[in-house]
């Protein structure tokens, strides 16, 4: 494979000065007590959902799930009419995806189809906001907290008005009775 990456004389070799990497993770020992053992803690990787906070991150995993949509829609299309062109395409497509009979791969397009929607629904996005703006939160809080208020205000005006009509169906039948008589 030919990388269109050369080296020149002075980089790399022997010559070269060591390359100082980080490997992100912390190394303690107990107090410089002989014979003390040397703990290494890792930091395990973000989480997911620590991920998708990330705007950039989640653009990125949209993006990737639409062309892999885009992808299996095609492939379906393809082995929904199994022409020669689809048998010389299916070729060069990985072991795993010319096996992949047209069940599955619908099957793989319509869980991409749902994490793609899963990922891009408005609750997610609201859940986002939620989690990454206080003031969102804040506002979102007022909100809700005057729906109650009128909700409060709404049952009790509710409540009154099943008073009034049951004093006005007692007073009906108060004036029935005496119209019958």
Known sequence: IN???GMEAGE?????????????IGVSAEAATPGAEVVVAEEKPK???VRLMSADYRNRVVEELLELQAFLTVRCSEMRSATQLAVLSSAAAPKSLREASLGRVEEMLSDVSAALAQLTCRATQELLLIQASGRYAERLTA???GKQGQEVKLKRALVDMGQKR????GQLAAHAAKEKA
């Open 47 to 49: 989480s997911l959902p």
């Open 12 to 24: 790399g070799g022997a010559e070269a000065a060591p390359v100082e990497i980080d490997w992100d």
């Open 143 to 145: 909100t809700l907290e």
């Open 3 to 5: 990388w269109d990456i």
């Open 166 to 169: 049951d004093e006005i169906l």
